[in-house]
T-cell receptor, first 111, second 116 residues
Framework: QKEVEQNSGPLSVPEGAIASLNCTYS??????FFWYRQYSGKSPELIMS????GDKEDGRFTAQLNKASQYVSLLIRDSQPSDSATYLC???????????FGAGTILRVKS | DTAVSQTPKYLVTQMGNDKSIKCEQN?????MYWYKQDSKKFLKIMFS???????INETVPNRFSPKSPDKAHLNLHINSLELGDSAVYFC???????????????FGPGTRLLVL
């Protein structure tokens, strides 16, 4: 059973701080990884995709991938109350056009 | 300009009924998916179609039957609804994998199904 693990949280950070969200995956053959944000009652929306080891930055967001450790993270700099949501980590299963999602981490940014 | 749309948004029905959910995407993608998100927010794939051909069929009861009339549409029919079917059902679409890499999936707004 291919799995993606996330700490369910909630992770509480003060406004302006860095939020660090972590994810591990079990399928060593996974090559594609995604972070989605989901507000309550809404659909998941893509924040970042990452395919190579290292860091990928987009505005206040940085995704980090370490395939040797099977670890993906998302850093949110200068956290805003509007960042409060559930963050879903997803990994491609080695064979097939399929993503496996983690259970999500609830982030709360306090003003 | 809705990229992935679903109807209906809300569906309240009695146990034993049959219902359908429709999905349409205008992104020109070849691949479409159905996901189920339960009360614990766990998002799990049910089916995937690539250009009208079924490519992923997870362990889902036979009461669930997807149909893809063309690559822009993927519908989900559910027979004999049960209490445990209550969940949010999301449609998504993407381009097919390229060189072994999964393309980004774009989600519809979801259909909230409540079985009484």
């Amino acid at each position: 059973q291919k799995e993606v693990e996330q700490n369910s949280g909630p992770l509480s950070v003060p406004e302006g701080a860095i939020a660090s969200l972590n994810c591990t995956y079990s399928d060593r053959g996974s090559q594609s990884f995604f972070w989605y944000r989901q507000y309550s009652g809404k659909s998941p929306e893509l924040i970042m995709s990452i395919y190579s080891n290292g860091d990928k930055e987009d505005g206040r967001f940085t995704a980090q991938l370490n395939k040797a450790s099977q670890y993906v993270s998302l850093l949110i700099r200068d956290s805003q109350p509007s960042d409060s949501a559930t963050y879903l980590c997803a990994a491609q299963v080695e064979y097939g056009n399929k993503l496996v999602f983690g259970a999500g981490t609830i982030l709360r940014v306090k003003s | 300009d809705t990229a992935v749309s679903q109807t209906p948004k809300y569906l309240v029905t009695q146990m034993g009924n049959d219902k359908s959910i429709k999905c349409e995407q205008n992104l020109g993608h070849d691949t479409m998916y159905w996901y189920k998100q339960d009360s614990k927010k766990f998002l799990k794939i049910m089916f995937s179609y690539n250009n009208k051909e079924l490519i992923i069929n997870e362990t889902v009861p036979n009461r669930f039957s997807p149909k893809s009339p063309d690559k822009a549409h993927l519908n989900l029919h559910i027979n004999s609804l049960e209490l445990g079917d209550s969940a949010v059902y999301f449609c998504a679409s993407s381009q097919p994998m390229t060189s072994g890499y999964q393309e980004t999936q774009y989600f519809g707004p979801g259909t909230r199904l409540l079985v009484l």
